[in-house]
């Protein structure tokens, strides 16, 4: 009587005393192909080839050298989920105690969908949880003046509670200046956001250049 393999993947395995059954044999092993690690030229072939992925499935991409795996939903790679966004010019009013969400413009690069997008150009999406290291900076115009630019990192919007990512404090000059973001955020589920809120009180309305990204560096969240 056929048994299955000892690792729980339920795979059949024939007995010796099995009837010949050469259908269910070929059925066991493709299974097993099924499982491995398959290496296909690109995605657009592998995505020609498995019209239907099943949840766990891995992949090799010879084009970029890349391994992948499916989730359920979407193929991914292995890599950190990493996200990288620019704004060449915000528009910013003047305001003494209103922080404002900055529109980060556009992706630079990402290796997951869905951490950036035009929908809500001011968050960055974490597709994992994990800890996040964030850098970026800020230039302020010469029009901030003698007046402090302010920028902080805000989890979900709401404040980055213990987590540690800032901004410097900048003030204008003749050759612009720019206020600098490191530091970490803990995202503890997959969806969760960062955005950039920044202020300042100059008197008027003036524009600002912003680049900031995040990469996860560990899949601690506490």
Excluded at 60 to 85: C, H, I, S
Excluded at 112 to 135: D, F, H, I
């Amino acid at each position: 009587m056929a048994t299955v393999d000892k690792y729980s993947q339920n795979i059949p395995i024939p007995a010796l005393g099995d009837a010949p059954n050469i259908e269910a044999a070929f059925a066991a092993i493709n299974e097993l192909v099924r499982r491995a690690i398959l290496p296909y030229a690109s995605a657009s072939a592998r995505t020609a080839a498995i019209a239907s992925p099943i949840e766990g499935m891995q992949a090799w991409l010879q084009d970029t050298n890349t391994m992948t795996y499916y989730d359920g939903t979407q193929w991914l790679t292995y890599e950190a989920p990493q996200v990288q966004a620019y704004n060449g010019s915000v528009a910013l009013t003047s305001s003494p105690t209103v922080y404002t969400a900055l529109n980060l413009g556009a992706q630079i690069s990402a290796n997951q969908p869905g951490m950036w997008s035009s929908g809500q150009p001011t968050r960055l999406v974490a597709t994992t949880p994990g800890t996040y290291a964030v850098t970026g900076a800020i230039i302020w115009p010469s029009l901030l003046g003698s007046v402090d630019g302010r920028a902080e990192v805000r989890l979900n919007g709401s404040g980055t509670g213990s987590n540690t990512a800032r901004f410097s404090i900048a003030r204008g000059s003749s050759g612009n200046s720019a206020a600098a973001a490191s530091g970490t955020v803990i995202f503890t589920a997959a969806g969760q956001y960062l955005e950039v809120y920044a202020n300042q009180n100059s008197g008027g309305s003036l524009n600002v250049a912003i680049g900031v990204g995040m990469n996860r560096i560990s899949n601690a969240i506490a």
